[in-house]
């Protein structure tokens, strides 16, 4: 188990791993750029519950009111029903979308016209389901 996860449950916080692009899918590094925490008890998410949080980058996510600079913080345990937005690994490379099932076939959905929805050619790997969005107001 990775070490930040566990020392999160152990503090009841929820550390921010890294960035998770909303727009085209890209390879991310899984290293974090910076660690941040949040209490779980002011985010009213159940102690125990198996989270994590990235910072969101793009406008793909814009019309579910999912903006740059968001973090979103996601269960990975939790398994998605349709019209989750998840974290998700398509044919290698994650982005933050809906998760849609049609005709028993799941496929990735922007929440912004300007951009397709993604089938996987190969893969789709549901990293976590969206529980929380931390805004920051300046």
Same mark, same amino acid.
């Given at each position: ?10 503090? @009841?916080?929820?550390? /921010?791993? @890294? #960035?998770?692009? #909303? ?27 198996? %989270?994590? #949080?990235?910072? /969101? ?10 903006? %740059?600079?968001? /973090? ?37 959905? #922007? ?19 969206? /529980? ?7």
């Amino acid at each position: 188990m990775d070490p930040l996860l566990k020392l999160s449950e152990l503090l @009841g916080s929820i550390s /921010v791993l @890294g #960035a998770i692009q #909303a727009g085209a899918p890209v390879s991310e590094s899984a290293r974090p750029d910076r660690l941040d925490s949040f209490d779980v008890e002011n985010l009213r998410i159940p102690k125990g519950m198996r %989270t994590f #949080a990235l910072k /969101v980058r793009g406008d793909s996510m814009i019309n579910a009111g999912i903006h %740059t600079g968001d /973090v979103v913080i996601l269960d990975f345990e939790k398994e998605p029903k349709n019209r989750d937005i998840v974290a998700a690994l398509i044919d290698g490379d994650s982005t933050l979308k809906r998760y849609i099932v049609q005709r028993g076939r799941p496929f990735l959905k #922007a929440e912004n016209p300007a951009y397709p929805s993604l089938i996987p050619a190969q893969e789709l790997v549901i990293q976590g389901v969206l /529980v929380a969005l931390f805004r920051q107001v300046t």
